[in-house]
Nanobody
Framework: QVQTVESGGGLVQPGGSLRLSCAFS????????IGWFRQAPGKEREAVSA????????YYTDSVKGRFTISRDGAKNMVYLQMNSLKPEDTALYYC??????????????????????WGQGTQVTVSS
């Protein structure tokens, strides 16, 4: 059973920081991608960031570049999303997902929702004074 389990969400003031964690299990592949997505009520789901297991390349949506950092700990099967300088518009339910069979050209398709095979339950991030 493939699983991705998110944690680390919470309430934080604007300008504050949070670190989200994604624990994944149930598969073994030479190349897979872990992505972070978010969705607020009434809004479209948005790809936030992703990381490749094979080469460590990272990807970010423009709105979080310079503020968020994705990283991985292979020994622990964990992926993290460090979120700094948080803004109210970052408020959303954040999901961790895994693409088990990446196609060539990850840099141009890491954000495609349908490429991901497994999704976690989500962890809530609320940015408010």
């Amino acid at each position: 059973q493939v699983q991705t389990v998110e944690s680390g969400g919470g309430l934080v003031q604007p300008g504050g920081s949070l670190r989200l964690s994604c624990a994944f299990s149930g598969f073994t592949r030479d190349h897979f991608i872990i992505g972070w997505f978010r969705q607020a009520p009434g809004k479209e789901r948005e790809a936030v960031s992703a990381i490749s297991s094979s080469d460590g390349n990272t990807y970010y949506t423009d709105s979080v570049k310079g503020r968020f950092t994705i990283s991985r700990d292979g020994a622990k099967n964990m992926v993290y999303l460090q979120m700094n300088s948080l803004k109210p518009e970052d408020t959303a339910l954040y999901y961790c997902a895994v693409d088990l069979n990446p196609r060539p050209g990850t840099g141009s398709r890491w954000f495609i929702f349908n490429d991901y095979d497994w999704w976690g339950q989500g962890t809530q991030v609320t940015v408010s004074s």
